[in-house]
């Protein structure tokens, strides 16, 4: 007798993520921040790749650069123009008060790369959470997340990697066992985390959402809230 055949569904996410500031209690703007963006299918990352490659296209024919197109050597309108081509789209931001982290925490460089994966990760998790709420996302698909992230350091002496962290609270949850807490699953199928390291002279994306982090930095530093009123942009605030 034939087995039926059963057709599994996966549900592919793409997230991009660069950071801005420095998380050192030096920092002049008293914040760390990540910034990026979220797709819910290829298509929609490839369309935000084509738009943000033909405004940096047109910036670069009147501001020839050497150097990689970033935040730090483009003036305020080139970023403006950057941050306009892929606006439309789904971002997140986090950003970090400096002076409220423990000093035991941002005078150790692998506690400071540790507390940065522990944001990332409670920021991809609020995003999600809402996107579940908002019937955006179904909790009980199989999905996959594609998470690039700019190059940095990272934490080596854990239990678990980033990705490893991020796949198994989705799908299980995590406790708290010094207050007893136990904080449930977001999904009720499998979740895959794919994490990469890129560098950001190769991804467009990566640059957007230096862009945006950039911007978000400077709605701190500048006392500019309204640079952070963006359509479909989901900001958190740590810690």
């Known amino acids: 007798m034939t087995k039926p055949f059963l057709l599994i569904i996966i549900a592919y996410y793409f997230l991009y ?10 920092e002049r703007s008293g914040y760390f921040v990540y910034a990026g963006y979220v797709f819910f ?16 296209d047109a ?9 990689e197109y970033k935040a730090s050597n483009l003036t305020n309108n080139h970023k403006r123009s950057l941050h306009n081509a892929v ?4 971002s997140l931001s986090v950003a970090v008060k400096l ?7 941002i005078s150790d460089k ?21 996107a579940i709420d908002n019937k955006q996302i179904d909790p009980n698909e199989d999905i996959t997340l594609n998470i690039s992230v700019d190059k940095q350091h990272t934490a080596t002496n854990g239990y678990y990697g980033l990705s490893d962290s991020i796949a198994e609270e989705l799908q299980h949850g995590i406790s708290n066992f010094d207050y007893g807490i136990h904080h449930k699953s977001l999904f009720n199928g499998c979740v895959k985390v794919i994490l990469r390291y890129c560098d950001s002279k190769q991804n467009y994306l990566i640059q ?16 500019k809230p309204n640079l952070r009123e963006i359509i479909h942009h989901k900001h958190l605030t740590f810690p």
Do not use: M, W
Not at 41 to 56: N, Q, T, V
Not at 87 to 90: I, L, N, Q, T, V
Not at 110 to 130: E, G, P, T, W
């Open 17 to 26: 993520f660069d950071d801005s500031g420095t998380f050192h209690i030096k």
């Open 41 to 56: 299918c290829k298509d929609e990352a490839d369309s935000a790749r084509r738009k943000y490659r033909k405004a940096l």
């Open 59 to 67: 910036i670069k024919k009147v501001a020839p650069l050497c150097d």
């Open 87 to 90: 606006k439309g789209f789904h």
């Open 99 to 105: 002076n409220d982290i423990y000093n035991h925490i």
């Open 110 to 130: 692998k506690a400071r790369c540790r507390y940065k994966d522990y944001v990332l990760k409670r920021s991809i998790k609020s995003f999600l959470s809402q």
């Open 208 to 223: 957007a959402s230096d862009i945006l982090a950039n911007r978000v930095l400077a709605s701190y530093s500048c006392h």
